[in-house]
Nanobody
Framework: QVQLVESGGGLVQPGGSLRLSCAAS????????MGWYRQAPGRERELVAR???????DYADSVKGRFTISRNSAKNTVYLQMESLKLEDTAVYYC???????????????WGQGTQVTVSS
């Protein structure tokens, strides 16, 4: 079974920074995309940022210019560098990956367990 293991959440003051990491727990045939979603209380889960094909990136408008997603394909790891954090960035952040486990496998979506990011003064 492949798991996505997240780390790096926590409590930070407005204007501060955090770096999230997410790694696949074992080797797989290929990972087509990796990204981060978030869900705040009472709201739907939303895309924050994703990287596809190793270099193509997409960001939610609310985080453009503040967050940077990057990927280390050799380590099956994705990072989210968050700068200038705002109160409204408070949420549980989930890692997502689209994985083909074996060469004969179809692509499946995997989710991490979630890591809490709290922005508060």
């Amino acid at each position: 079974q492949v798991q996505l293991v997240e780390s790096g959440g926590g409590l930070v003051q407005p204007g501060g920074s955090l770096r999230l990491s997410c790694a696949a727990s074992r080797s797989v045939y290929t990972i087509n995309a990796m990204g981060w979603y978030r869900q705040a209380p009472g709201r739907e889960r939303e895309l924050v940022a994703r990287v596809t094909g190793g270099t193509s990136t997409d960001y939610a408008d609310s985080v453009k210019g503040r967050f940077t997603i990057s990927r280390n394909s050799a380590k099956n790891t994705v990072y989210l560098q968050m700068e200038s954090l705002k109160l409204e960035d408070t949420a549980v952040y989930y890692c997502n990956a689209k994985i083909r486990r074996y060469y004969y496998s179809s692509e499946q979506a995997y989710w991490g367990q979630g890591t809490q990011v709290t922005v508060s003064s």
